[in-house]
């Protein structure tokens, strides 16, 4: 999966940050027009072949079944600002340059962020906050996204002809960050419906429609620039976009040309808080599973398996005789856990979930998610150097549970007996660990270990991203205590003609797995 550089600030509120954007190219203004009909139907929009002329069809028949959402905040450190997210900063218009702050504030009004009325809202008891959804039913369901109607008090809904309806929350999921609303007005109205097919190719068109800076409707069009994006969540494979997505537009639908709805916006990258051609839209096939769930029990039930798992490296995979990184490795296995009463080990490497082959530990964690509490569910394993088989009832995905595997506060570690002596092996210079090493990792008083002091630049400890102030607890499934214990196992292996080393590392996140290229 692609990785995102975490030098970047997210975009994810719902409504204004930095005011950089240049008008009039790509705006759209959306003519007004009935929104109920007798007997409403979903859209549907015949796709041109190649790219169209003109996108102006397809967003006067959709147009009608997007719409603007205005939260009323209950959080107390809300700060309002117009078109502001919640719990997201937003500059003045006085941060803009001199040209356009007149402008703006005539555009926005006085209520705009640095005007007249600014002082008075900022002092006001809640916050407003905006953002976009859209109607997947006649009778007035809503999909947006969590953090638009976090914290909501209130929740009303501007439609395409002006109209203000209030809304009521069904349910909501922070984990893929989608929310159900309903209509408190009868329908019927128009509605759109998510794509049911494979969804989208990179380089195919789509247009996103919603209410960016809480301008109202607007309309921009891209192309998909990749999909599987991994971005903050284990749960959502992104569709990334270069149509252009601001601030407002979360929550908003992501159309093919044919109208279905393939993604819901939700995110931004962005050095400057406006679009830089960087959008992530939630998937339609995974938008639709989790709306089908909020709308049935207002909430999304998930299968708990009770394990800390990680990706395989090449070197962790040559290690255990495997010839792939396909597959997840477990870390640790929470006590009390289902993993636990089915029989997983520490160093068990998940290759397959009832037959569906296991590339990394998000597809895993996805696929156990999935599972259906109470399932039985099949797990082959590697262990060992062999395959087995693990038969495994999975529970509910709770707080607590997640809490459990993470572990509670440690006990205070009485100082140990430490091995003396230090040692060098493959770009580590190794040592014993002091009680507030233990203390730092979060390791018993008597848990053996050996404490990593130094990593050597490009050595092959390095190219594992070993770090300095970890401790290696095992060797390929041997315990060390001392430095000398590593160095003789390294060498062990070596003898035995093996390249690489799996170590299991104490961190203070709980125990990891690193493939060690052995030093030649």
């Known amino acids: 999966m692609s990785k995102v550089s975490k030098r970047m600030t997210w975009g994810m509120g719902a409504g204004l940050a930095a005011l950089g954007f240049a008008m009039g190219a790509g705006a759209l203004m959306l003519n007004e027009r009935a929104l109920v009909r007798a007997d409403a139907q979903p859209i549907v929009v015949e796709a041109p072949r190649g790219a169209p002329l003109s996108f102006a069809d397809l967003v006067e028949e959709v147009a009608p079944a997007v719409l603007s959402i205005e939260v009323e905040t209950q959080d107390p450190n809300f700060r309002q600002r117009r078109g502001g997210g919640p719990g997201r900063q937003t500059p003045d218009l006085e941060d803009l340059p001199p040209e356009w702050r007149d402008f703006m504030r005539r555009f926005l009004g006085p209520g705009a962020p640095g005007g007249e009325e600014d002082e008075e809202e900022d002092n006001a008891p809640r916050g407003v906050s905006v953002g976009s959804g859209f109607f ?21 809904l501007t439609l395409d002809d002006g109209r203000e309806i209030p809304a009521k929350l069904i349910g909501s999921d922070p984990e893929t960050d989608l929310a159900v609303l309903k209509a408190e007005e009868r329908g019927p109205f128009r509605y759109v419906q998510f794509d049911t097919g494979p969804g989208p190719r990179v380089g195919d068109w789509v247009v996103a429609v919603g209410n960016p800076f809480n301008l109202g409707g607007t309309a921009t069009a891209g192309i998909v620039s990749a999909r599987g994006r991994a971005i903050n969540t284990n749960y959502v494979d992104f569709i990334q976009t270069d149509a252009s997505i601001n ?23 962005s050095p400057t808080g406006g679009s830089v051609g960087i959008g992530f839209a939630i998937p339609a096939d995974t938008a639709q599973r989790i709306t089908q769930q909020l709308i049935k029990s207002g909430k999304v039930t998930r299968g708990w398996l009770g394990v800390q798992i990680q990706s395989l490296s090449e070197p962790a995979a040559e290690a255990v005789g495997l010839a792939s990184t396909d597959g997840a490795i477990v870390a640790e296995v929470v006590e009390g856990s289902p993993a636990e009463a089915g029989g997983f080990r520490s160093g068990d490497i998940v290759l397959s979930v009832n037959g569906v082959k296991i590339e990394d530990s998000r597809q895993m964690t996805q696929i156990v998610g999935g599972l259906l509490v109470g399932e039985q569910a099949r797990f082959e394993i590697w262990r060992d150097g062999k395959p087995k088989s693990i038969s495994v009832k999975i529970a509910e995905r709770t707080a607590d549970a997640e809490a459990g595997v993470n572990g509670g506060e440690p006990d205070a570690p009485a100082e140990p007996a430490k091995p003396s002596g230090e040692a060098e092996t493959n770009g580590m210079l190794l040592g014993s660990l002091s009680e507030s090493d233990r203390r730092r990792l979060n390791m018993e008083p008597d848990q053996p270990g050996v404490l990593i002091q130094r990593i050597e630049r490009d050595s092959p400890a390095d ?19 001392a430095p000398d214990d590593v160095a003789a196992a390294l060498e062990r292996l070596k003898a035995e003609g093996r390249t690489s080393a799996l170590l299991r590392v104490q961190t203070p996140a709980g125990s990891a797995y690193f493939g060690l290229p052995i030093a030649k």
């Open 136 to 156: 997947i039913s006649q009778d007035g369901l809503v999909v947006t996204n969590h953090h638009v109607i976090e914290n909501a008090r209130k929740i009303t």
């Open 247 to 269: 601030r407002g537009n979360s929550g908003g639908p992501t159309f093919d040309l044919r109208g279905r709805v393939v993604g819901v916006n939700s995110a931004i990258i």
């Open 463 to 481: 190219e594992s991203a070993l770090q300095r102030g970890l401790a290696i607890t095992e060797v390929n499934g041997t315990q060390v205590s």
